[in-house]
């Protein structure tokens, strides 16, 4: 079955393949024995010719000298049911090519390249099958290309940077690209076209970058290991998809779940995974009123576990987050993580008396793993550490990886190279065996595996609300749904209401932080502030984070342009409810909001918009509250203030 090569095979090959409705169009070409691709979009070019293929250590490059020794056709046109998440069900339709290559060579080394095209966007991969005298290889390069225009405009942030994916958005063109940057990558073309570069089912492989070649052409970077190759790999073995995600507006991109359908459906039952709303024992500590490290104040004390326990039960909130618990905490936590125990409490915290408190009061507690990317300590603890969570009835964790590395036996590697993406995958497995679901903190990206794991409520992945106090402008939050949440939830921690505190000014208006409960979604979404903000002060206002939901039935991209405004509505999935909110960045604006997507009947709505005199630095608490009946054919002019947002609740009506 492997002399392919003594077989007739084509050795010039040029084929047209056309999404569902023909919108779409990817040409794949065989010519002198070189693989290639390009697309485009309504018979204009997306992406030009573009080579393929990969660099083996040891081997001559895999992608050259080939002929075509079968080609194979199909579709599917089904719908998709995600357990969780921004939208319920997922349309999956799309025209597969597989191509089935050999060498034309006494090696004869076979590859298989398998595309799917659909009509909002292409992926295609990699799938190299076990060969008799191929079968353990190391990855040099992939020599994956996206050869776009050069004037197109792309938002990105830097790759290999110590703080990860945390930079702010940059917008520039193709052609100043100087260095690697990570996917999502947006961009929009000359002829108006909106595309996000990404990828699928990331597993046992380096995450995939993109830099300018010295041809001048886009090409996956692919993350290497410290010994400087990408992968090492045992045959048979199947790519990441490489995903190209089109739309005709940015809104639209915003909805694009294509990520999901390439990923593989769960292979046992998730029916005990739910999604959680929770307040934490975190931000006290960033405003400087706790510590993580115990001492006279301590943060993570069994005394303060239950007053916030009791506080959850009368805010309606049903989860706990408790940092700081376990030992490990003292001195330079960033320089000692190598210390850190995940099954040791501090002296003032009684995990089990906790933990038997919360579950009389039916709250859940989600328990906390800083790493600081000491890898070999946690992995050495992992199976002990989640054992000592799911016998205390322990089903959420937060992990944390905060040091500009990961670090295993004395040496390091970049959090998105493949032993990270191995790491992360090692913890979302055990979670699973025991039950347990996780928010990860400094993750490798998210590329849709929580339709195979929805244990895997959450991920950060990007500067979120810690970063407040300086490193966030407004804009910044009206970046995310185009570029990072295209990649999956994302646990941003919002619902900061002392917002003028001197520790960490927040450069948001009031309420612009309800508004985040609807523009940025998460599984297990945080209520970050305090118990005491929330209740004192500011109790009506709460009642919208109360009642948001964590899952959504549908999803609505209403309106937005990258980096400057986003407008989205979400149907709860349990009623007939809608909750619609939008941001703005520094420039105040007013938006005209069409009800046509609601179900005939009437709505109450309860709308929370900045005051006229709001500003998110002269006036963050301008904000005004209205109740009114309204029904799918009404507009509804919104306000925005300088930095700003705003939030509505709409009820059906019997």
Excluded at 477 to 501: K, V
Excluded at 520 to 526: A, D, E, L, T, V
């Amino acid at each position: 079955m492997f002399k392919w090569a003594n077989l007739f095979g084509k050795k010039e090959v040029n084929y047209n393949m056309p999404s569902p409705s023909g919108r779409n169009i990817c040409h794949f070409t065989l010519q002198s024995g070189e693989i290639s691709y390009s697309l485009e979009r309504d018979q204009k070019p997306i992406i030009k010719n573009s080579s393929l293929g990969f660099k083996i250590c040891g081997e001559k490059d895999l992608g050259r000298n080939l002929r075509l020794i079968r080609e194979k056709r199909s579709k599917k046109n089904e719908t998709i049911e995600m357990p969780w998440g921004e939208d319920r069900f997922i349309k999956n339709n799309y025209n597969e090519y597989a191509f089935y290559l050999a060498e034309n060579s006494p090696e004869a080394r076979i590859l298989t390249l398998r595309f799917r095209i659909f009509d909002n966007g292409i992926a295609f991969r990699y799938e190299i099958p076990a060969q008799p005298k191929f079968q353990n290889i190391s990855v040099q390069d992939e020599l994956t290309e996206f050869n776009i225009d050069l004037n197109t405009a792309v938002w990105a942030i830097p790759a290999y940077q110590p703080d990860r994916y945390e930079y702010n958005y940059e917008k520039t063109a193709v052609f100043n690209l100087a260095n690697s940057v990570h996917t999502p990558l947006t961009m929009c073309t000359p002829n108006g076209y909106y595309l996000s570069i990404h990828e699928a089912a990331l597993y046992n492989y380096g995450s995939m970058t993109i830099k300018l070649g010295p041809n001048r052409i886009l090409k996956s970077d692919i993350t290497p290991l410290s010994d400087r190759t990408i992968a090492h790999l045992t045959l048979p073995f199947e790519t990441p998809w490489r995903l190209i995600m089109l739309a005709d507006s940015p809104t639209e991109l915003t909805e694009n779940r294509l990520m999901y359908a390439l990923n593989e459906p769960p292979k046992s039952d998730f029916s005990w995974v739910k999604t959680l709303k929770f307040i934490g024992i975190w931000w006290a500590m960033y405003v400087g009123e706790w510590t993580w490290a115990p001492g006279e104040r301590h943060g993570a004390t069994t005394e303060h576990a239950k007053e916030y326990i009791d506080a959850a039960v009368r805010l309606g909130i049903n989860g706990l987050l408790i940092e700081g618990w376990n030992d490990g905490w003292e001195g330079d936590w960033l320089e000692n993580g190598i210390n850190n125990s995940f099954t040791t409490s501090t002296p003032d915290f009684d995990m089990e008396a906790v933990a038997r408190y919360a579950n009389s009061k039916n709250i859940e507690i989600v328990g906390h793993h800083e790493t600081v990317g000491f890898v070999d300590n946690y992995e050495k603890q992992l199976e002990e550490a989640y054992n000592y969570y799911a016998v205390n009835g322990i089903h959420y964790i937060k992990t944390g990886y905060a040091g500009s590395k990961m670090l295993i036996n004395g040496h390091k590697e970049f959090h998105h190279s493949q032993f990270g993406v191995n790491h992360y995958q090692k913890t979302i497995e055990l979670a699973a065996k025991k039950h347990i679901c996780l928010d990860i903190h400094e993750p490798i990206k998210g590329t849709g595996i929580e339709r195979t794991w929805p244990n895997l409520l959450a991920r950060e992945g990007a500067r979120g609300q810690e970063y407040e106090g300086g490193a966030l402008s407004p804009s910044h939050a009206c970046y995310l749904p185009y570029t990072r949440l295209l990649s999956g939830g994302m646990d941003y921690t919002p619902g900061i209401f002392d917002i003028e505190n001197a520790v960490k000014r927040i450069s948001t208006t009031l309420a612009r932080q309800i508004a985040y409960y609807v523009t940025i979604y998460s599984g297990m979404q945080m209520a970050a502030d305090r118990p005491h903000v929330y209740e004192g002060r500011f109790p009506k206002i709460f009642e919208f984070i109360k009642a948001v939901p964590t899952n959504f039935e549908r999803t609505i991209a209403l309106a937005g342009e990258i980096g400057r405004y986003y407008v989205v509505a979400r149907k709860d999935r349990y009623s007939e409810n809608w909750f619609i909110g939008g941001v703005t960045d520094e420039s105040p604006r007013k938006v005209s909001i069409s009800l046509d997507f609601l179900e005939n009947g009437s709505y109450e709505a309860i709308i929370y918009t900045d005051s006229e005199d709001a500003h998110y630095r002269d006036n963050p608490f301008g904000i005004v509250i209205q109740k009114k009946t309204i029904g799918k054919s009404d507009i509804l002019d919104i306000y925005m203030a300088s930095g700003g947002g705003f939030a509505i609740k709409l009820q059906r009506l019997p």
